[in-house]
């Protein structure tokens, strides 16, 4: 059927409204997003307060949903576990254990180790720690007289040292905290509210992450409902694939992470026993759990380690800190990117990279997000690339 030039007309000026309609909605966007931001940048103090105000408030829930995220890598382990139970089962008595009981029994076993490994780290190794660090001032100070005559003897002018010691020595560490009481009460009161604040903190964010992690599978249908009820179906369908995509990417760290502070702690273990190290099964755990810190955990372990050896034997806690050095050395350019990287699809040179400028952007917690985050947006790259590439037909 011919249209008449008339029909032509109505159809080409309602094109013409709808694309007028298209840009007067992105440019009224546009310029209500332009006088926010000068709004906010001649406003920068106050709305740095109110974001400061509003990560306070919700700390408890931010902590909740990063321990979930974390828990949540045992706890799909502990998961596919029992389903292999559970089909076991099935095979030899003909009934599977019940859906809920896994998921039940899944979460029980990831509270209990996490408990156990913090219960061991807090009862075990830190009190030791502390006493050989006690100890170690003890023995200073038993030693300090014989080292100031033998400084003496050498013509060090030994002023200073004593000088130090003397304002470090106890009683005038007390003189000093009488005379200024005020401003340590404030300082100790200033301390505890932050103690306590960060305590209940992250008892709010434990139970948080417990109910999340017991009702994750209702959180994610809820989620998808939502997704799919406010946006088209086809850029609802991305958006679940990203958010698959990031869990399962998380997911892949968090483990790949345990597999290298597992191996770690084992190449301590042997290497300590080889060369009948003190402390050998405490320090290899210790620096084994310390590990599930990208890069910097280890150091921690490290220091524990030669605090408690010290006390026993001076030269073994150096040759301690050098085992430390080539195992460290061997662990952070070939087992790490290694593992982690292969775990996420992530080359090991961009693992690395990645812990390095999440360390220098946001310390700890931008190691732990920067590395998944980077393997996303590497993949999310690669397939648009791939995809480019294959609509041009070129092969490289």
């Not at 596919?80 to 899944?106: C, H, N, Q, Y």
């Not at 190794?125 to 023995?139: E, H, K």
């Not at 995509?245 to 998380?250: N, P, R």
Request: glycine residues 6%; charged residues 15%; proline residues 3%.
């Amino acid at each position: 059927m011919t249209l008449s030039g008339r029909q032509k007309g109505d159809i080409f000026m309602s094109d013409l409204n709808e694309k007028t309609r298209v840009y007067f909605k992105y440019g009224l966007l546009f310029v209500l997003i332009s006088i926010a931001m000068f709004a906010a940048f001649n406003n920068l103090g106050s709305v740095l307060a109110f974001l400061d105000w509003v990560v306070h408030i919700s700390m408890p829930v931010i902590i909740g949903c990063l321990l979930a995220l974390v828990l949540n890598a045992p706890l799909r382990g502990f998961h596919r576990l029992l389903s292999f139970i559970s089909s076991k089962t099935e095979k030899k008595w003909g009934r599977k254990l019940p859906v809920a009981f896994i998921d039940t029994a899944s979460l029980v076993l990831t509270l209990i180790c996490t408990a156990l490994i913090i219960y061991h780290v807090f009862d075990v190794v830190v009190p030791r720690v502390v006493n050989s660090v006690s100890g170690i001032g003890d023995a200073f100070m038993l030693y300090y007289p014989k080292l100031i005559a033998e400084l003496k003897g050498y013509g060090v002018d030994t002023a200073k040292i004593e000088q130090m010691i003397n304002y470090l020595n106890v009683s005038t560490l007390i003189g000093q905290m009488t005379q200024n009481m005020t401003t340590v009460v404030d300082t100790a009161y200033s301390a505890a509210s932050s103690v306590v604040n960060t305590a209940l903190n992250i008892f709010t964010g434990t139970i948080i992450a417990i109910y999340i992690l017991a009702g994750k599978k209702k959180l994610k249908r809820q989620c998808k409902k939502l997704t799919y009820a406010y946006i088209e179906e086809k850029k609802a369908d991305r958006i679940c694939e990203i958010a698959r995509l990031c869990s399962d990417t998380f997911f892949h760290f968090i483990s790949g992470q345990c597999l290298d502070a597992f191996i770690l702690g084992m190449m301590f273990f042997f290497v300590m026993s080889i060369f009948n190290m003190p402390y050998t099964v405490i320090t290899s755990m210790f620096i084994g759990v310390m590990a599930l810190i990208p890069y910097l955990g280890p150091l921690i372990g490290m220091l524990a380690g030669f605090l408690l050896i010290v006390m026993i034997s001076p030269m073994k806690a150096l040759g301690f800190l050098l085992i430390f050095l080539v195992l460290q050395q061997i662990d952070s350019h070939l087992i790490y990117p290694k593992i982690v990287g292969n775990s996420m699809g992530l080359p090991a040179i961009w693992t690395l990279l990645a812990a390095l400028l999440g360390n220098a952007f946001m310390g700890l917690p931008g190691m732990l997000v920067f590395i998944p985050l980077t393997s996303v947006l590497y993949t999310l790259i690669r397939e648009n690339v791939n995809n480019r590439l294959m609509q041009k037909k070129i092969k490289i």
